[in-house]
């Protein structure tokens, strides 16, 4: 097989990879905003009343969340194999399904709240006061997060990452400023931080109307009947480990809170609070370019370019490395004014300090099973993704967090620095174990499980968007067909195609056409050109003769000579497959 040069799809990665870290930040920033806000404007006990409330965070994101990212990983599977319908079947479905359980948890909002707190802090108080009028107000916004959440997600996988990205911006720009006014000029206290959150992912949607008015849509809203909603289960198969990390999330924060405060206390709690908001900063930067994993290798899955998944996530590797270490640096040199922006002072200051630092040595591991579980989600292998995360965040965290904190307090009479070692611990046991789960389930593979080529005999190579190189498409074509014994007949349609194709995509592709990769794949009976650009968007199918306002020469001779032809528009490229 000759190789392509990848130039077109590194280039389409780039696009994705900023809009993915300020998606991934703006998601993250909302809760790091509240911490920050409510601790030094109100008060430590507040900010750990905001940690307190996770488990019930959590569940309110849970449908919208896992719905979200399995059904786009499933819709863009389906885009991969040309399937429209099917993605916008499923779309509808997840969006109906994630409405109608955000406004069940609104109608419980009021009766529930104030037992869920009881029950989350163990008895009544001021912590207790806090912690209920948080939640109260995030499960009356349940709907409006499920559906931002979903959306976003969506948004993806459909070409449009940036408008995710300017979404969740939006959203926490306004949480910024009504954080702000809500705490520091009304009486509404904590209630005004979950507030500005809900109110600040329901003034954004207005720039899901950008993507309903896009003539780059794939999916699109259609009429269900009561069998439709079956579709659903794509979604939920391709969310499962999703699924899991929310639902092992809501276990992790409800055993981590009731073992902390139990061993330590509060002041326990505001360790572990920086720390966890730590975290999330990491998860801000890396976790956005790892998130473009989902979006891209799902499409290239289904397409079968397995070449394309290597070149992915080998660049998403490299791009996240490099981003986390100047991240661990920042944390070990600044780490005292970290702990001052969360309202750290004192001998309370100097602990989190110490924890701090050791927890920071959590985060190359953490990041390489962060990869782990977006990759095998987007190849369907949801067993090694579950399993990863259900150890990472419920059976390893759990006893690590106790036996971590059970120690130090043996050694310092504190043991607030076993939060860290708990989570150092929890991150390289996860590692290793998924390392001899994938070797049980996979012998003999390596980490990418997928075939080191495509399938089938392949032509893989690239051209410059120049007439000039476009001449050289038909005797490249010819001569492969002739070494691997395809008939005369055969390889000559395979070689008129091509050029037919990429000589109209150098005519009318428009400036942003610098580069054409071409495939053909000879596999069974079957030959296959696919041809991809990242021209003006095009569809083949649709074009009809017209000789009096515009001809496009060679497309209707295309499709007269070939078996079949589909074309759909992803990853922000034309993808056009050809078979004979």
């Not at 992912?201 to 003539?215: K, N, T």
């Not at 349609?493 to 942003?512: D, H, P, Q, R």
Request: charged share 15%; with cysteine.
């Amino acid at each position: 097989m000759e190789n392509r040069n990848n130039r077109l799809l590194n280039a389409k990665l780039n696009k994705y990879i900023v809009p993915g870290i300020m998606m991934s930040l703006a998601l993250q920033l909302g809760n790091i905003v509240d911490t920050i806000f409510v601790s030094n404007l109100i008060g430590v006990e507040a900010m750990s009343a905001v940690t307190m409330s996770l488990p019930v965070e959590t569940i309110v994101q849970l449908t919208g969340y896992c719905l979200g990212v399995g059904g786009s990983i499933a819709a863009g599977n389906m885009l991969g194999k040309r399937d429209k319908e099917g993605a916008s079947r499923l779309f509808s479905a997840t969006f109906i399904v994630t409405l109608v359980v955000g406004l069940l948890f609104s109608l419980i909002a009021f009766p529930a709240a104030g037992p869920i707190a009881r029950f989350l802090v163990s008895g009544d108080g001021v912590l207790t006061t806090y912690t209920r009028d948080y939640i109260r107000i995030s499960m009356l916004g349940a709907p409006v997060i499920g559906i931002g959440l979903m959306m976003v997600n969506y948004l993806g996988v459909e070409n449009h990452p940036e408008l995710a990205s300017v979404y969740l911006i939006a959203a926490n720009v306004i949480n910024l400023v009504l954080d702000y006014i809500f705490l520091r000029f009304t009486p509404l206290g904590v209630t005004g931080a979950s507030l500005s959150t809900v109110l600040g992912f329901l003034f954004a949607m207005v720039v899901f109307l950008f993507y309903i008015r896009s003539d780059k849509r794939n999916i699109s809203f259609v009429r269900l009947n009561a069998k439709d909603f079956g579709i659903v289960k794509e979604a939920v198969v391709t969310g499962v480990p999703m699924l899991v990390f929310m639902a092992t999330n809501f276990v992790k924060a409800l055993g981590l809170n009731t073992i902390i405060m139990n061993q330590i206390g509060e002041d326990g709690m505001a360790v572990f609070t920086v720390c966890d908001n730590v975290l999330l900063i990491v998860e801000m930067l890396t976790g956005g370019i790892i998130g473009v994993i989902p979006n891209v290798a799902g499409i290239l899955f289904g397409e079968k370019d397995y070449v394309g998944i290597r070149v992915l996530c080998k660049k998403m590797l490299k791009y996240s490395y490099i981003v986390l270490a100047v991240i661990f640096v920042l944390i070990m040199l600044f780490t005292e004014q970290i702990t001052i922006m969360f309202g750290g002072g004192g001998e309370l200051g100097r602990e989190m300090v110490h924890a701090l630092r050791i927890f920071a040595l959590c985060v190359v591991p953490y990041l390489w099973n962060k990869f782990t579980v977006s990759y095998y989600e987007s190849i369907e292998e949801t067993a090694i993704a579950s399993f990863v995360t259900f150890l990472e965040n419920a059976v390893a965290v759990l006893p690590a967090t106790f036996i971590g904190i059970s120690i130090w307090k043996q050694i310092d009479g504190i043991g607030t620095n076993g939060i860290g070692v708990a989570f150092v611990a929890t991150e390289v046991i996860t590692l290793i174990a998924a390392w001899i789960f994938r070797k049980i389930k996979h012998k003999n593979s390596t980490f990418y499980i997928v075939p080191d080529q495509n399938p089938g005999t392949n032509l893989d190579f690239s051209i410059k968007s120049t007439m000039e190189e476009a001449g050289a498409v038909n005797r490249k074509i010819l001569e492969f067909c002739k070494e691997n014994g395809v008939s005369g007949n055969r390889a000559n349609l395979a070689a008129v195609c091509a050029e037919e194709m990429t000589v109209n995509i150098i005519k009318f592709g428009g400036k942003t056409s610098n580069w054409i990769d071409i495939n053909l794949c000879l596999e069974d009976d079957i030959c296959q050109l696919r041809i991809r650009d990242n021209g003006v968007n095009f569809n083949p199918l649709e074009y009809s003769y017209d000789h009096e306002e515009f001809d496009i020469h060679g497309i209707e001779l295309v499709k007269k000579i070939s078996k079949s032809m589909d074309y759909i528009r992803a990853i922000d490229m034309n993808n056009t497959i050809i078979s004979f």
